[in-house]
């Protein structure tokens, strides 16, 4: 019997309505569009600003298109692994909450947090109980209600995030597509560069976290910016070599989306030309735990099967990574 890999079946995605451009940002803090673009690469980001909605919600709409499209229902999912760093709420899991929202009344699950790697560790730990024959099928859900923990009067982090989610789901391939290999990396000591100070069990809120604007992230982003760089083009050309790919082999780098000087580093460490790397970061901004599921989507119709993908990312923690997928469809 061959070989079974965790193959992606079906991807879709969800981003709110509501734009914030960066003409809004330079009406709210000190910046410019020429900044920001110059600076990031974004031009403008979506935001969840419905009272009552949280990071669950966008993932039942974007669920909701991913079942429709596969053809199943919510019973037929095993298992839900939901990538955030905006849950709903501390406890219970946001892979709870959606399971009820979506009735997946055969589904376990639990929420993975990685910060913006948190996608990649989930589709790699998803893919485990795939290969290993527990599960069938597997939903994989990244994404973030930034938003929600954004300082809108701090420009070194404002101008960055934006609101957005995907999914995918995850079936058994015996033709050798799905997920190949992945290098992942995680070094504590970055927690220093990129953090929310409370909120935690170190740092409970209390009236003054709140006054010092402790539950919002905090980023030096030069600092994180430096590891970035090298992080995310150091496991992406190891994984190039460990498959023996070059690169005409490699048919699109998927690299997460916190500054488009960091992605183009990346894809020139890789000898990549500029078609062959996914971008979304210039209309949705950083999704955090959304980038590489929302990019697949926008592509997906791009997509041939046999594809080879490079999935990339770096993130708080500091956490990092790259996976190898060859891709399962054509639409
Ligand atoms: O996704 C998770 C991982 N995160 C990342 O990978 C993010 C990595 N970091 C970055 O992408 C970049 O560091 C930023 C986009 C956050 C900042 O860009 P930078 O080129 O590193 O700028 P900087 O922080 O070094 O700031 C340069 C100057 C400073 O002014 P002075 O000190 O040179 O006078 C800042 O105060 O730009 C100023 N500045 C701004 N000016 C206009 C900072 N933010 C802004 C702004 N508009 N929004």
Redesign the pocket.
């Known amino acids: 019997m061959s070989k079974i890999t965790a193959a992606i079946t079906c991807v879709h995605g969800y981003v709110p309505e509501r734009v914030l451009s960066n003409a809004d940002?330079e009406k709210m803090?000190?910046?410019?569009d020429e900044?920001?673009t110059t600076?990031?690469g974004i031009k403008e980001r979506r935001l969840l600003d419905t009272p009552g909605l949280a990071t669950s919600d966008m993932g039942v709409e974007a669920v909701k298109g991913l079942l429709e499209k596969r053809g199943i229902t919510a019973d037929d999912i095993e298992l839900i692994i939901f990538a955030t760093v905006t849950p709903d709420m501390v406890f219970p899991s946001t892979a709870c909450i959606l399971a009820d929202k979506i009735g997946a009344k055969n589904a376990w699950g639990f929420d993975l947090a990685a910060?913006?790697s948190g996608f990649l560790f989930a589709l790699q730990t998803g893919a485990q109980f795939i290969e290993n024959g527990k599960h069938k099928k597997v939903l994989v859900v990244g994404g973030d209600k930034m938003s929600s923990i954004i300082d809108y009067t701090d420009?070194?982090?404002?101008?960055?995030?934006g609101d957005g989610l995907g999914c995918v789901l995850l079936e058994p391939n015996e033709e050798g597509n799905g997920v190949i290999d992945s290098v992942l990396k995680i070094d504590g000591n970055g927690r220093h560069f990129?953090h929310q100070k409370a909120g935690g069990s170190l740092k409970p809120p209390t009236i003054e976290t709140v006054q010092a604007r402790e539950h919002y992230v905090y980023?030096?982003?030069?600092?994180?910016?430096k590891?970035?760089?090298k992080g995310m083009a150091d496991v992406s050309a190891q994984i190039m070599e460990r498959n023996n790919l070059s690169s005409d082999d490699v048919t699109y780098l998927v690299p997460?989306?916190?500054?488009l000087?960091?992605i183009d580093a990346t894809a020139e460490r890789m000898g990549l030309d500029k078609n062959k790397v996914m971008i979304n970061i210039d209309h949705f901004g950083?999704t955090?735990n959304g980038?590489l599921p929302l990019l697949m989507w926008e592509w997906e119709n791009k997509l041939k099967k046999g594809d080879n993908l490079v999935l990339s990312?770096?993130?708080?923690g500091f956490t990092w990574g790259a996976i190898y997928l060859k891709w399962a469809y054509t639409k």
């Open positions: 940002l803090v000190e910046t410019t900044w920001i600076r990031t910060a913006c420009r070194n982090t404002c101008i960055i995030f990129l980023q030096d982003g030069k600092s994180v910016f590891f970035a760089v997460h989306q916190a500054n000087r960091i950083n955090t980038t990312a770096f993130g708080g």
